[in-house]
């Protein structure tokens, strides 16, 4: 992330930022897993007509049932867009540790590739650009390091839905992905979810809010990257004026949009910006006191940092109903095939077949 710089075109680009003012209402934020919807196995009980219900298969199909209608919905919603604070960053870039819990780091081999962000316990939301190779990804959250360390969570991925749509033309389009994790985490002080916004949600020109990643912190093509998570404070730019800003730099027609509404703009006029290796790292904005919304991922941008030229990002909030849909299927198609593993050991073969 640089304090005063952006990357090039294809890149995610970054740098440190007050409470934002939203318009329109939040709702119910999807923060835990919805319980998902089908597998409904009293429906399948139903039809096994004629079947006895004597001991010693009534009871154990009852208790079966039983379990099964309740594990779904047996963990609490857990609120997200939460941290702890201990301790208030002033004009700093170094992000304090607890203050972005829901920062992930996406890896190859234990290097750093873009970033990402946590939305429950198994789901993590990137760039779709991040995740087109065929590579064995791994997600480290719990810590500010660029290293993984003691403090560090690291899963291995178990699946990657790249949003349909998703398209490499001059930009990149609906830039996209979810992050299915191998096993769920367990939150604390350091790992928590981030919200999602609903799919009305608005953010008025000049919003406050956040960047963070571990990208580069300047331009110059020998930099490293920074050892810890830096954070930059971004503002909201509506579509309208950031087309017209884009237009200018790259001398394209007025009748041409760069920007479309799956994007939102963002800018800081000290310089500050994502940068090369932020890409897919959450842009989040305050809401309420300590609740923080995810309403962008570090997308592409021209350059890092450079006057007068805003990063992209895809909008969170365009495509918060396919996040949802796409996590219940996914959850709902796992949880209805370990019912039919259960009953095909427990009812006889006939039974199944009669089916």
């Known amino acids: 992330m640089v304090p005063s710089t952006k990357e090039n075109l294809g890149e995610g680009t970054m740098g440190a930022a007050t409470p934002v003012v939203i318009s329109g209402t939040l709702g119910d934020l999807p923060c835990g897993l919805p ?24 009871p154990l199909l009852c208790l ?25 960053i002033i004009g700093g870039e170094i992000a304090t540790a607890q203050r972005w819990p829901w920062q992930a780091s996406l890896q190859v081999n234990r290097v750093h590739m873009c970033g990402g962000s946590l939305i429950n316990k198994e789901w993590v939301i990137t760039a779709a650009h991040c995740v087109t190779w065929n590579y064995d990804y791994t997600v480290k959250l719990g810590d500010i ?10 899963v291995s991925v178990k699946d990657i839905l790249i949003y349909p749509r998703y398209a490499e033309l001059i930009f990149y389009r609906n830039d996209l992905a979810l992050v299915q994790l191998a096993s769920p985490v367990t939150y604390n002080q350091m790992i928590q979810p981030v919200c999602l916004p609903n799919d009305n949600l608005n953010l008025k020109n000049g919003t406050r809010c956040w960047v963070t990643g571990w990208g ?58 994502a940068c090369q290796g932020d890409s897919g790292g959450p842009l989040v904005c305050q809401f309420g006191k300590h609740t923080w919304v995810q309403v962008g991922i570090v997308s592409w941008g021209i350059g890092c940092g450079e006057e007068a030229v805003p990063g992209v990002y895809t909008r969170v909030s365009g495509f918060s109903k396919w996040i949802i849909k796409s996590m219940n299927l996914r959850n709902s198609s796992i949880l209805a095939s370990s019912c039919l593993l259960l009953f095909s050991m427990l009812l006889p073969w006939s039974i199944l077949i009669h089916l």
């Open 216 to 273: 580069k912190t300047s331009t110059d093509e020998n930099n490293s990257r920074p050892s810890v998570l830096h954070e930059a404070d971004q503002f909201i730019i509506e579509n309208d004026l950031c087309n017209k800003l884009l237009r200018k730099h790259y001398f394209f027609s007025k009748f041409i949009f760069v920007i479309n509404k799956k994007m939102i703009c963002a800018y800081h006029p000290e310089g500050k910006d």
């Open 64 to 88: 079966l049932l039983l379990l099964l209608l309740l594990l779904p919905c047996s963990e609490p919603v857990i609120s997200c867009g939460h941290y702890h604070p201990f301790r208030k």
């Open 145 to 154: 390091s660029y290293f993984a360390t003691n403090l560090s969570t690291v």
């Open 35 to 58: 319980c998902p919807r089908g597998a409904k196995l009293s429906l399948l009980l139903l039809r096994v007509r004629g079947l006895p219900l004597t001991p010693p298969l009534g």
